[in-house]
T-cell receptor, first 114, second 116 residues
Framework: EPEVTQTPSHQVTQMGQEVILRCVPI?????FYWYRQILGQKVEFLVS????????KSEIFDDQFSVERPDGSNFTLKIRSTKLEDSAMYFC????????????FGPGTRLTVL | AQTVTQSQPEMSVQEAETVTLSCTYD???????LFWYKQPPSRQMILVIR??????QNATENRFSVNFQKAAKSFSLKISDSQLGDAAMYFC?????????????FGGGTRLMVKP
């Protein structure tokens, strides 16, 4: 069964460094998402992406964040200058053409900022 | 903005018994979608069941069913004949039908433990 994959599973970085989290959505999906979950807190929406542009973004998704679909398969989240409070699980998700369709989630990348 | 509340941080059920997880939400919209996601210890969230707000009939998927009370803005999940594999975090989620970005708003989650 097709699934969303994410790499790396765990990323440790120093405060102020740039990180890129990678996701491979399900191949025929057209909508892509990033969510994050700070330890012990709710899963929070960051951004959605469709047709090579951002469809919607939350207040969390400020100028330090960016997303890109550099090729036909990968979907990346870049954090330019990491802060301690960026430490969280980051989940990528994708869904098919219809807005009603289920969002399929990846296993997540645990980001630790030291 | 919509909010989703899960008032039970943890629940416990005996294997083969039935358990109900609660979820309430706040919205001013009349058309929306509601979901229950399961997050096993491996941490990959999977969809358990979904409900369209315009449908009066409660959704059912095998052992999983919902009690959708639109006026009360309540969306509880019932798991019948609980199995050890049902142990996980369960998240209730809301999505507006008008939202072009398909954003999911999640509740805080309920950790379900299943006792053998």
């Amino acid at each position: 069964e097709p699934e969303v994959t994410q790499t790396p599973s765990h990323q440790v970085t120093q405060m102020g460094q740039e990180v890129i989290l990678r996701c491979v959505p399900i191949s025929n999906h057209l909508y892509f998402y990033w969510y994050r979950q700070i330890l012990g807190q709710k899963v929070e929406f960051l951004v959605s992406f469709y047709n090579n542009e951002i469809s919607e973004k939350s207040e969390i998704f400020d100028d330090q964040f960016s997303v890109e679909r550099p090729d036909g398969s990968n979907f990346t989240l870049k954090i330019r200058s990491t802060k301690l409070e960026d430490s969280a699980m980051y989940f990528c998700a994708s869904s098919a053409a219809s807005a009603y369709n289920e969002q399929f989630f990846g296993p997540g990348t645990r980001l630790t900022v030291l | 903005a919509q909010t989703v509340t899960q008032s039970q941080p943890e629940m416990s059920v005996q294997e083969a018994e039935t358990v109900t997880l609660s979820c309430t939400y706040d919205t001013s919209e009349s058309d929306y979608y509601l979901f229950w996601y399961k997050q096993p210890p491996s941490r990959q969230m999977i969809l358990v069941i979904r409900q369209e707000a315009y449908k009066q009939q409660n959704a059912t998927e095998n052992r999983f069913s919902v009690n959708f009370q639109k006026a009360a803005k309540s969306f509880s999940l019932k798991i019948s004949d609980s199995q050890l594999g049902d142990a996980a975090m369960y998240f209730c989620a809301y999505r507006s039908s008008r939202d072009a970005g398909n954003m999911l708003t999640f509740g805080g989650g309920t950790r379900l433990m299943v006792k053998p």
